[in-house]
């Protein structure tokens, strides 16, 4: 940092964001404000880039108009020091955007140390881990940023279809004193003299609220799950978007959920082209730094491979092969078409049965597990029936030995239950179901999972004095927004993640 002196705000105040200078501000003054992104001098002439969350604007800084003083102060800017620029706004059919800013006066709120610890704009593609440790300048990078506006696109769409539909917003309790579904994935905390829990979901709580006769109730809040997978695809604190309403089935709560999504993708592609399209550059350029990898992979592949033939031949051990890393295939959008295909529990099962059969017959030395009823589908069992179903679709009717204690059991045959998932191609989405409201089917649902009823007499009060039948569902917001841009990592889509690993920044 150098040691010229910082300009307090005062009085000044932007008059305009970036992406709103058009032709009508031609010739006028503006006072605009950012991030320097770049700068470049040459000779007598500065040009400045100059980013906000909006998009970026050349200034340009002549020496024989703006005097010595403003001038070296300009060209002397590190790169990503905050400034504000009043300038006027002179057309150049030279420039991309069609005009320029030409300074009149300069302010410096707050000047960047050098070197930056994370490039914004170099095109040197820098690891996720790294990426994370500097999460304040990953950050300022508008492909970046860009899967945050179709993140917070999704949330606009989710409470315009809430709103539409008569849903009342709730917020449930956070640290609670039993376990909502079960299960050991919980993280403990000291509640004062009491032993307590981070909540996996509002489950319970939203039930209750069918009981206190709110009939159709959201939230949109943190879960906290304790999972100790570390993939691309797992993640220990996540929003979560959570709808419970009565006197309907699961049927109903599908209906919800499609309308949703589908509007989701509406606004996204309405409103977020250009960040969809933002997105996937940053999917492209992280695919070159995939195949460069892979490359390297290759060469090692192809030397462990030479090893290995020595190390048969000599009756020493051989070394696996290293795995490519994956890439990834840059979404194209597409407003889905209602209501989105159902395929049953039994009938997916028996078509990736079915194949795994007739892989068997023909691959006798790589035989695949072939799947019995009350199995979960693994992803690359999914991937099966993303061949049929590579859209949208939900798997309906699941063995109610697979779903919590909570899912209605299907009436005809309570082998299986009202739950259901909504996946895309191989990925699953997000689950939910028509639930229990009859209180002795619910203790019996507990026994049966191996849960002390007791622990749920808060919960099982709410079904003694009158609960309509009701049915909900919870969506990752995360997930969600991983599907719809297409990017590789959870993490992509969470501003500071927390996985097994990571408890900061």
């Not at 919800?256 to 606004?267: G, H, P």
């Amino acid at each position: 940092m150098s040691d010229q002196k910082l300009d307090d705000l005062g009085s000044w105040r932007r008059t305009r964001y970036l992406d709103e200078i058009g032709q009508c501000d031609y010739e006028k003054e503006v006072n605009i404000c950012g991030w320097v992104q770049d700068i470049r001098k040459l000779g007598g002439i500065s040009f400045l880039q100059l980013r906000d969350r909006t998009g970026i604007v050349q200034v340009t800084a002549i020496k024989e108009q703006i005097g010595e003083a403003m001038f070296e102060r300009i060209s002397n800017l590190a790169r990503e020091s905050v400034i504000g620029v009043r300038a006027k706004v002179v057309p150049n059919a030279q420039v991309k955007k069609g005009f320029e800013a030409i300074p009149i006066e300069v302010m410096v709120f707050s000047e960047a140390r050098t070197p930056l610890p994370l490039g914004v704009v170099d095109k040197v593609f820098a690891d996720l881990e790294t990426r994370l440790d500097n999460r304040f300048l990953d950050l300022r990078k508008l492909n970046i940023q860009a899967i945050f506006r179709i993140r917070n696109a999704i949330l606009k769409a989710t409470r315009e279809v809430f709103e539409e539909e008569g849903f009342w917003e709730i917020h449930t309790p956070k640290i609670v004193a039993t376990a909502t579904e079960g299960g050991t994935d919980l993280f403990a905390i000291k509640y004062f003299e009491r032993d307590a829990y981070l909540n996996q979901s509002p489950q319970l709580f939203k039930q209750i609220m069918m009981s206190a006769g709110f009939d159709r109730v959201f939230e949109i809040g943190p879960a906290f799950r304790a999972e100790k997978h570390n993939t691309v695809r797992h993640i220990n604190e996540f929003i979560s978007i959570d709808v419970e309403m009565s006197f309907t089935d699961e049927e109903g709560a599908m209906g919800v959920l499609e309308r949703l999504i589908k509007r989701a993708y509406e606004r996204i592609l309405e409103r977020h082209g250009a960040d969809m399209a933002l997105v996937t550059d940053f999917l492209l350029q992280y695919n070159k730094r995939m195949d460069l990898e892979n490359q390297k992979i290759n060469q090692e592949n192809k030397a462990i491979k030479e090893a290995n033939k020595k190390a048969k031949k000599e009756g020493g051990l051989t070394r696996p092969l290293i795995p490519l890393k994956d890439k990834v295939n840059p979404v194209e959008l597409k407003v889905p078409t209602i209501p989105f295909p159902r395929i049953t529990y039994k009938d997916a099962l028996e078509l990736i049965a079915g194949e795994a059969v007739k892989w068997n017959e023909s691959h006798p030395d790589e035989k695949r597990h072939v799947m019995e009823f009350g199995d979960d589908f693994s992803m690359e069992e999914t991937k099966v029936l993303a061949k049929h179903y590579p859209g949208l679709y939900f798997i309906t009717r699941w063995p109610t030995v697979l779903k919590p204690f909570y899912v209605q059991p299907y009436e005809p045959d309570p082998t299986y239950s009202r739950g259901f998932d909504l996946m895309c191609g191989e990925k699953e989405i997000t689950s939910g179901a028509q639930r229990v409201h009859n209180p002795q089917m619910l203790i019996q649902r507990l026994l049966d999972q191996g849960l002390d009823p007791d622990d749920f007499k808060f919960y099982l009060d709410a079904f003694y004095f009158g609960m309509p039948p009701h049915a909900g569902w919870g969506l990752g917001l995360e997930r969600t927004a991983m599907i719809i841009t297409g990017v590789y990592n959870i993490r992509e889509t969470i501003l500071f993640p927390r996985d097994r690993t990571r408890l900061t920044p």
